[in-house]
């Protein structure tokens, strides 16, 4: 009996469009609209590397504020773990005026298409130095800090609870390095129930004083843009992860790609940028600079699915 497969005649290149096409459905989701790729083919090359290697070779670093956390909800902006302190149990009114000011100062300029990194640091230098002094100021209460955060309209991700869990149960380390406020970021994923074990975080800590009255902020300043040089100095982390050579890498600014920066040797590399705002201008350097490109999405659809794929045993 004789099998006719109908491509097998067809030119190598239609050959190979259709069997793109068959690979397509494994990973569905990639079909969103939202979904941006530069190179598909190099994109579904490297998932398929990383399923073969199974979850024990995989290591998750993702962004925070705007990542795992929502930038908008019904329209409205959500706040960043900086932005939680808004509250008049923690800040004054004046303080809560500067703060805004600053914002609306430096904001554009972190995300100015047109600017170059090395143009943005000493502005970002001085936005995070200014809050954080007006924040000492303030001598916020650590006992306010979760009514602080459990009274904000701060949301994770829609599907964050899958991501989550399912890290935790493939024993899959996740690194949250994050140039907000670890204390508030902690609380949050605290309170929706998913600070696992397997959680790390990497962040701007506040330092209590005995009384637990904020006095100052603990270690080097984490802003934006100077992230690579932070997990440098965190290298021993990376170390300890040294069997984990594949890196799923989640963020919102070109500066979050640098964050798996202090990971030796990585073998296979995928990185996931959500384009939150000023998407026009901001596209085509999110396209040229991330793997996948997520516009204007609110879920973790695109992770799960393909967190979901990689942790999946390969069909015999």
Known sequence: MIYHIPWIYLPVRTALAIWHQLTKSEIPELAKASVLMRDRSRVEETIQAMQRAGPDALQVISDFDMTLSRFAHNG??????HNILDNDLLINDACKKMIRELLNTYYPIEIDATRTV??????????????HELLIQQKIRRDLLAQAVKQSSAMLREGYKVFFDRLQEQQ????????GLGDILE?????NHVFHPNVHVISNYMDFDQSGVLRAFKGQLIHTFNKRECALLHAAHFRELKERPNVLLLGDSLGDLTMADGVAHTQHALTIGFLNDQVEE???????????????????????????????????
Do not use: G
């Open 76 to 81: 409205k902006r959500c706040p960043t773990t």
């Open 187 to 191: 609380e949050v994923i605290r309170q």
């Open 172 to 179: 899959v380390p996740l690194l949250i390095f994050s140039a």
């Open 282 to 316: 901001r596209k085509e350097s999110y396209v040229n600079s991330y793997d996948i490109v997520l516009v204007k999405d609110e879920t973790m659809d695109i992770p799960n699915a393909i967190l979901n794929y990689i942790t999946t045993a390969p069909a015999k």
């Open 118 to 131: 090395e143009e943005k640091l000493p502005h970002m230098v001085e936005w995070w130095t200014s809050v």
